[in-house]
Structure formats: C-alpha cells, structure tokens
C-alpha cells in the first residue's frame, strides 16, 4: 500500500500568514494526488486535483505543488475562514490511501 | 451534483445494516462510485469503489464482510455492511469516482 505521510499534524497561524502543508508519497504516484478541506462536523470539501489543479470555486491563495515525491498545498494568505483539517489522497492506485491530516488554527 | 446518504443508525455487533447514497445532478451510470469512512476524532479511510460497469475493489479491513453495489436505473449507490464491528463505527461518506463530490454523510454506531 502507499503510505501518505502529512505534516505538521496541526499548526497555529495568524491571518495573512503563508501557511505550507506537505505529503510525502512512500512511491511515486505522478501528479495522483488530491488535497481536501474538511470543517467540523462537514464533509471534506475538493480544493486541488492532480496535483496542481485548483478546484472549482476555491479561492485563488489556495495552491498545490510537486516535487517528486512530496506534495504541498499552500495557502498565500491566511483567512479566518481557512480553519479546519487538511487532507491529502493518492487515488493512483488500490487501496486508495489519505495523510493522517494538518489541524489549522487561527492565532 | 449532489450526493445524499441514508440507512446509518445503531446497531449490535454482529448485525447487518444497508447505506444507500442517492445521487442527482450528473449522469450516474457513466461513473464509479466510493464509501469512505471516518471513525470519531479519527481520519479518512477509504472503504470501497465500484466501476460503472460495477468491478468492485474493497479495503482488506473490511473485505468479505461490505459489499458495495449499485442501481443504476434508481440512481443509488449501497453499501451492505454485515459481521459488523465496533471498529467499524463511523460517518460513512459516499463519493464520485473522481473524489470531487462527496455526500454529507450517514453514521454508524456499533455497539451493544
């Protein structure tokens, strides 16, 4: 199986802040990977596809890189609104595997 | 596109219960469907995935105990879940095969 491995687990931020969140893929699994945001009680919500790909509707400081095996999802400019956990997914091949989550705070 | 799960609840261990996830908004018999699910405090876990031509591919942790399958004619998506667990409580999410639309969620508590 792929293992995902995400860090930090959880982060504190203030508003403005660049915030940085990586996946690091245990194999190579080419631009695979999806990143979601998920708020309490909610269902995770799509933000980048393959990689890079911003999803619809998500707002323009959100954005996804690659570096090999390591994947990142940036956040250029913090908002209060950005709080809650992040995950990413590999869906390049069975069984499909998520990172253990980033907690975002707002300082 | 919008995905609506039902059929969470209570139930004893050892039992058998049915989700079901009713879809609308896109053409459903032309995509693979998931369930993902997510214990309490806890990640995501994906469950299982069905093709449009309903090939199926499980979890080991849940493999010969869920069984997912589709109708596409009444556009929903099921998944039985049976010999159940208390490790299987949890939300239960459906998805759309690309993973970009995701249903609110049903819950299910294992417990005696």
């Known amino acids: 199986d792929i293992q995902l491995t995400q860090s930090p687990a959880s982060l504190s931020a203030s508003p403005d802040e660049i915030v940085t969140i990586t996946c690091q893929a245990s194999?190579?699994?080419?631009?695979?990977l999806l990143w979601y945001q998920q708020k309490p009680g909610k269902s995770p919500q799509l933000l980048i596809y393959?990689?890079?790909i911003l999803a619809d509707g998500v707002p323009s400081r959100f954005s996804g890189s690659r570096s090999g095996t390591q994947y990142s999802l940036k956040i250029s400019r913090l908002q209060v609104e950005d709080i809650g956990t992040y995950y990413c997914?590999?869906?390049?091949?069975?069984?499909?595997?998520f990172g253990s989550g980033t907690k975002l705070e707002i300082k | 596109v919008q995905l609506v799960e039902s059929g969470g609840g209570l139930v004893q261990p050892g039992k058998s219960l049915k989700l079901s996830c009713s879809a609308s908004?896109?053409?459903?018999?032309?995509?693979?469907m998931h369930w993902i699910r997510q214990a309490p405090g806890k990640g995501l876990d994906w469950v299982a995935y069905?093709?449009?031509?309903?090939?199926?591919v499980y979890a080991d942790a849940v493999k010969g105990r869920f069984t997912i399958s589709r109708d596409n004619a009444k556009n929903t998506l099921y998944l039985q879940l049976n010999s159940l667990k208390s490790e299987d409580t949890a939300i239960y999410y459906c998805?759309?095969?690309?993973?970009?639309?995701w249903g609110q969620g049903a819950s299910v508590t294992v417990s005696s």
């Open positions: 998805a759309r095969g690309v993973m970009d639309a």
């Open positions: 908004g896109f053409t459903f018999s032309s995509y693979g």
């Open positions: 069905i093709s449009s031509s309903s090939g199926t």
């Open positions: 194999q190579d699994i080419g631009s695979s």
């Open positions: 393959s990689a890079t």
């Open positions: 997914l590999q869906v390049s091949s069975s069984p499909l595997t």
